[in-house]
């Protein structure tokens, strides 16, 4: 075999195993407090300023600065945005679709209809979505998990 076949089938390899790999942000999530998200969203409240692991689908990724992300609770609830300071954590937009594992502080922010409609008109132009301020009728709490350390799992 010529070194170019022998560099490309390495290359190759070295690709698809890299793929498969998992990767960790801040040492990785703590398994050992792991719960579904679905369970934490049916009542957040319980969580909120507590130190959990959740599980989900990352469904977007910040397009700027890979500084949040956003996992799937599943059709009957809200998602939850994971949401690091920029630069701590960069996770990455390829990273759509596949499983987290996210340890970290739940918050919750009560936002009054103005700051809600805010919120949702920036979301919205985040994903080029139309959005209509006026379908706002009122505020809204806005949980998020803070992260000490995320695992994205490999596919």
């Known amino acids: 075999m010529t070194k170019i076949k022998l560099g490309l089938i390495f290359l190759m390899a070295f690709s698809s195993s890299w793929a498969l790999a998992e990767q960790k942000f801040g040492g990785g999530a703590d398994m050992a407090r792991l719960l579904e998200l679905e369970t934490v969203m049916q009542s ?4 909120t300023d507590k130190t959990i692991t959740v599980t989900g689908v990352i469904k977007e990724v910040c397009h700027k600065k890979g500084c ?3 996992l799937s609770a599943g059709d009957d609830f809200d998602n939850l945005i994971v949401k690091v300071r920029d630069g701590d ?3 990455p ?4 679709g596949k499983v987290a ?4 502080v739940l ?3 009560q936002l009054d209809v103005e ?4 919120y949702l008109a920036h979301r919205a132009e985040e994903n080029n979505l139309e959005f209509d301020p006026a379908s706002v009728i009122e505020g809204m709490t806005l949980y998020r998990l803070k992260p000490t350390g995320v695992t994205i799992a490999g596919k």
């Open 44 to 47: 957040p409240a319980t969580y």
């Open 68 to 70: 949040w992300m956003e």
């Open 89 to 91: 954590m960069v996770f």
């Open 93 to 96: 937009i390829s990273a759509r």
């Open 101 to 104: 594992f996210a340890t970290g």
């Open 107 to 109: 918050t919750a922010s």
């Open 115 to 118: 700051r809600t409609r805010a």
